[in-house]
């Protein structure tokens, strides 16, 4: 633990599970560290289509390893991705229902569901918005180990760059603004 990497490679090359397969080893090797209802790995990336992605990855592994792992989206269009998602097969077997249903409860009710997660993958407008209006999912951040922020070169676009400096200066991150 305790190490940084930065990865730059091109598009398809397995970064993404590079990634999830070190997360994955980290918190098996060190399970005993988290409770049941702390989160020790945070994902940040750049939009829905991403997370989606990324969650239904890490969900395949972390099914079969007992890790816990939730996607927080933001948007009006979520419940219509959540459905696509689940239409596209992204499920991989999954009760389509229920993970339709898991996808919009996170998003419909602030993710109230997510304090019971060792992953947390989220897109940066939605965990700006928890992180200030809900001072219990800021306290379930608290055990936070690992920090992984996807496609790295998007945060330089104003939107972005606005929403990760607030995230990343919230007090549950130790990153200074100058950082950025």
Known sequence: LHKDVIVQSPTGSGKTLAYLLSVFAILLKVKQIWLAKETAALILV???????QIFDVANHFGEALN??????LGGKKSKYYAKKVADEGFSHGCNLSSLINLIYHCVISFCRS????NVLIATPGRLEHLIVSDGNFKKS???LEILIVDEA????E???KRRYCNVFTSSIFCFEESFF
């Open 141 to 143: 951040l608290k055990s």
């Open 114 to 117: 997510i304090f019971s997660v």
């Open 153 to 156: 070169d998007r945060f330089t």
């Open 158 to 160: 104003s939107v972005f």
């Open 46 to 52: 750049p939009n829905r289509e991403l997370a989606l």
């Open 67 to 72: 890790i816990r792992i939730r996607v927080l």
